[in-house]
């Protein structure tokens, strides 16, 4: 016959507790063994016994100073479920915690998994092997741990150790990176957020126009996005990347041109294929190394991209951008089809760099955007001058951008894409930001014929190619007076070929 230590130590391994038998907490030491740690008072006396008690354990206030509470389990001796302070939206993340003994004598408590994602049972598994781990080591049975050295590792590696880079470069990577990482739950949960705000737009007024064409086109961009998921190519960037071999960047390469096409699929590959020679040097052999061949052409430039606004388009445009768009996103657009201006540099258009007497634009050399690296004055278009800065600086009132946001006034207007999807949707014309500096390049050169002159306009740097054209560049100088007659020159072409009957 079984005694009652017996019955009850056999119905707790299998994880069934009998509270009828006798009280649970009366026999948690009797059982204890000589690697079972003591354990403290769980928090406010409460207690937890299955999964649901687990998800319903109350969390500290949210204007207390505690941030997280622990809370013990009744039988499982360094079982524990930290709770967190609900965040601003109110969520509250409760996480299974294992507590035992290190190497050093210390009582760490490890959070290892989230509840709502791990079953108790699985968790009270994990929980005894950390503390097996951790037995093993103080015995000296445990292997040394591997080190493993993740994608974003030797990235934060790599970009520590370059810091001539720009901020826009910076960008540039952190955009890359986050292609590699695929991380899908962020973009759909942006597509969702997205799609929300358009549809309570639309609850707010049934009558507003395109509305609808634009939420079903955020409901198939959503529902493509959830289709092209695939788990394989999530969180690359916490992988060890020695795990990561020649196929699986082929299939990463693959899958990156179907979500963001060859351009930007290019980019990426070629930052991994950097990250790892930087990571590998000659020791082993890059695994993007198959992407450089002529097949897939990894270092090849892509074509530049021809997308403009058609002269025989520009009436239609012009119509709709003084008839339908917004106040601030029209000026956006005219900032950047009138001074050729990058998307990022008009952003950040501060009213401290605004001379109304001279009618010019002070472009500090470490604006974003500008990638000449150097400043410049830029004449202000006089039709831009006009219809753009004389009303805002008269409104501006406390603000500090030129360009500030319909939605929170004490940030500047940095994204224009919903206007221009409403664009599509109304006249069939596809065009971004830059594609609006693109028109106005193409139609300055059709009407200056000047080479040189368009590309001061546009702020490139004239001297890189050792040619003699380019050369000779360096030695032309255009000044203030200069460029401002060719803004104002080719404002007037565009604002004729707009209005011609």
């Not at 050399?365 to 004449?379: I, L, T, V």
């Amino acid at each position: 016959m079984e005694n009652t230590l017996q019955v009850f130590y056999r119905v707790y391994k299998r994880g069934k507790i009998v509270e009828n038998i006798f009280h649970v907490s009366a026999f948690s030491h009797t059982m204890a063994t000589p690697d079972t740690i003591p354990e403290t008072e769980s928090a406010d006396g409460v207690t937890f016994r299955t999964h649901s008690d687990a998800m319903t354990l109350p969390a500290p206030p949210a204007d207390g100073k505690r941030t997280s509470i622990d809370y013990r389990h009744e039988v499982d001796a360094g079982f524990y479920v930290r709770v967190m302070r609900p965040n601003k939206k109110g969520d509250v993340t409760r996480s299974w915690v294992a507590r035992y003994t290190d190497g050093a004598g210390k009582k760490p408590k490890k959070a290892f998994a989230l509840v709502s994602e791990m079953l108790m049972k699985d968790a009270r598994k994990k929980a005894e092997e950390l503390r097996d781990q951790a037995r093993d080591e103080r015995k000296g049975l445990a292997s040394a741990p591997v080190k493993i050295v993740t994608l974003r590792d030797v990235y934060k590696r790599y970009i520590g150790l370059r810091t001539e880079l720009s901020d826009t470069t910076l960008d540039g990577y952190a955009d890359s990176l986050k292609r590699l990482d695929a991380a899908y739950e962020d973009e759909v949960a942006e597509k969702r957020r997205e799609l929300d705000e358009w549809r309570a737009r639309l609850t707010a007024d049934p009558t507003r126009k395109h509305g609808p064409k634009l939420v079903e086109q955020l409901e198939r961009e959503l529902l493509d996005l959830e289709r092209s998921h695939d788990p394989e190519f999530e969180n690359v960037a916490d992988r060890n990347v020695d795990s990561l071999d020649a196929d699986w960047w082929a299939r990463k390469y693959l899958h990156m041109m179907s979500k963001h096409g060859i351009a930007s699929a290019k980019t990426s590959a070629r930052l991994a294929h950097a990250l790892y020679g930087a990571h590998y040097g000659n020791t082993r052999i890059n695994p993007l190394r198959e992407l450089k061949s002529k097949a897939v052409g990894l270092y090849n430039k892509s074509q530049p991209k021809q997308r403009i606004i058609p002269r025989k388009q520009l009436k239609i445009f012009w119509n709709w951008l003084h008839t339908q768009a917004q106040p601030a996103q029209r000026d956006f657009m005219l900032m950047a089809l009138f001074t050729a201006l990058r998307s990022s540099v008009i952003a950040q258009l501060r009213w401290e760099n605004v001379n109304m007497v001279d009618k010019t634009y002070y472009v500090p050399a470490d604006e974003r955007g500008n990638k000449s690296k150097r400043y410049y004055w830029m004449p202000i278009p006089e039709y831009v001058y006009e219809k753009v800065f004389v009303p805002r600086y008269a409104a501006r009132g406390g603000s500090p951008w030129v360009l500030g946001s319909p939605r929170f006034q004490e940030k500047p207007l940095v994204s224009i894409r919903g206007t221009l999807q409403g664009l599509f949707a109304v006249t069939g014309i596809h065009v971004s930001p830059h594609d609006l500096r693109r028109t106005f390049s193409t139609l300055a050169h059709q009407l200056l014929k000047n080479t040189v002159l368009v590309g001061r306009m546009l702020t490139h740097s004239l001297t890189k190619t050792d040619d003699n054209a380019a050369v000779t560049s360096g030695y032309i100088v255009h000044d203030v007076d200069d460029l401002r007659e060719g803004y104002n020159a080719v404002a007037k072409f565009i604002i004729d070929q707009a209005i011609a009957e």
